[in-house]
């Protein structure tokens, strides 16, 4: 059974940082693409991040210079590190497999930045 279970988030002021982890099982991680995505409130997923298994990354250019996205394939554990944080980085923070989810979603983590 695929989980993904998200973690990490919380509420900051604009410029700070957060590290997001998202923690998988139920399938073989290291042979997957992961990606976050997130979803503000009314508006559809997008995509943020996306690590291939070997370590190549790919951003939205929302995020290009800002996000980092790493992965750990012995703790299949993927994590997205967020910094100078903006309001308009607020929504809720997913992880899935890249570039198009293939599972469930998870519950998500809440990010809202505001001064």
């Known amino acids: 059974q695929v989980q993904l279970v998200e973690s990490g988030g919380g509420s900051v002021q604009p410029g700070g940082s957060l590290r997001l982890s998202c923690a998988a099982s139920?399938?073989?991680?290291?042979?997957?693409?992961m990606a976050w995505y997130r979803q503000a409130p009314g508006k559809q997923y997008e995509l943020v991040a996306a690590?291939?298994?070997?370590?190549?990354?790919n951003y939205a250019d929302s995020v290009k210079g800002q996000f980092i996205i790493s992965r750990d394939n012995a703790q299949n554990t993927v994590y997205l590190q967020m910094n100078s944080l903006k309001p308009e980085d607020s929504a809720f923070y997913y992880c899935?497999?890249?570039?198009?989810?293939?599972?469930?979603w998870g519950q998500g983590t809440q990010v809202t930045v505001s001064s």
């Open positions: 139920g399938f073989a991680f290291e042979m997957f693409t």
């Open positions: 690590i291939s298994g070997g370590g190549i990354t």
């Open positions: 899935n497999t890249g570039l198009n989810p293939r599972f469930n």
